[in-house]
């Protein structure tokens, strides 16, 4: 199965806004959180189960401001998978136009255990067009 790429619209609320007038760099991680949890949503959808996983790694490349009424969604999507790591990738764009990205390593998680677990080995990194250059 290709993992799919799935598509978030962001609202951006009042409260997402920081004394400078755009969205406080403390807010995207929630943005990211939507996202993944929609990826996830679209997998258990196609396969019936929902694994676990924990974030191991961010990087966040905030290229231009948001601020409160901006057009904003989010695109997220596998671009790497591992034994028991996935690396997902997340565009936000504002107004058409790429506004930070996101590379986020997930580990496959058993709650029960507390222990790292292998992911299904039918899952394979999504299929996208690169949009990052507009």
Known sequence: MKIPV???PIQIRYSDIDPYGHVSNSVYMQYFDMGRRELFN??????????DNV???IRIDMLREIILDDEVWL???CSKRGNK?????QHIYCNEKLATTASIILVGFD???RETVLWP???????REDKSKT
Do not use: C, D
């Not at 679209?42 to 694994?51: K, L, N, S």
């Not at 790591?85 to 990738?89: N, P």
């Open 6 to 8: 799935v598509k978030t």
């Open 42 to 51: 679209a997998i258990e959808q196609r396969e019936g189960f929902r694994q």
């Open 55 to 57: 974030v191991a790694s």
């Open 75 to 77: 695109e997220t999507w």
């Open 85 to 89: 790591s996935l690396t997902v990738e």
């Open 111 to 113: 709650r029960g255990t």
């Open 121 to 127: 080995s039918h899952w394979q990194p999504s299929e």
